[in-house]
Nanobody
Framework: QVQLEESGGGLVQAGGSLRLSCVAS????????MGWFRQALGKEREFVSTITWSGGTDYADSVKGRFTISRDNAKNTVYLQLNSLKPEDTAVYYCATSRTSYGGSRRIPAEYAYWGQGTQVTVSS
C-alpha cells in the first residue's frame, strides 16, 4: 500500500519561509513524478509544482521564483521550499505520486494515483 505523509506546515508571517516534506512508503518514488498541490478554503485544488523522475521541474506561475521543489530518492522524499510567502499562499498542501512511471511534467490531479493527507500552511499579513 502506497502512503504519503506530508509535514512542515505551520503559521508564518508574510515574507517568511517554510519547508514541506513528503515521505513515501510502499513505493520507490525514483521512477515517478511527484507533485505538490494546494487547496484553499472554498476553492478547488490547484497545481503548485512537480518534479519528474529525471529531476525536471515545473511550477505554477503564482509560485515561480518563490517555491522550489526537490527530491531525495535515497530518502524516498520530496520537498517543497516555500519562500517569500504571501497570505494568498494559505492552503492545505498535498503531495502526490504519479499513476505511471517515467514521463514528463504532470500538472493535472488525475495524473496522480496516491495522495497524502495534507499539511496546513497559513500565512498572516
Amino acid at each position: 500500500q502506497v502512503q504519503l505523509e506530508e509535514s512542515g506546515g505551520g503559521l508564518v508571517q508574510a515574507g517568511g519561509s517554510l519547508r514541506l516534506s513528503c515521505v513515501a512508503s510502499g513505493r520507490t518514488i525514483s521512477s515517478y513524478s511527484m507533485g505538490w498541490f494546494r487547496q484553499a478554503l472554498g476553492k478547488e485544488r490547484e497545481f503548485v509544482s512537480t518534479i519528474t523522475w529525471s529531476g525536471g521541474t515545473d511550477y505554477a506561475d503564482s509560485v515561480k521564483g518563490r517555491f522550489t521543489i526537490s527530491r531525495d530518492n535515497a530518502k524516498n522524499t520530496v520537498y517543497l521550499q516555500l519562500n517569500s510567502l504571501k497570505p494568498e499562499d494559505t492552503a492545505v498542501y498535498y503531495c502526490a505520486t504519479s499513476r505511471t512511471s517515467y514521463g514528463g511534467s504532470r500538472r493535472i490531479p488525475a495524473e496522480y494515483a496516491y495522495w497524502g493527507q495534507g499539511t496546513q500552511v497559513t500565512v498572516s499579513s
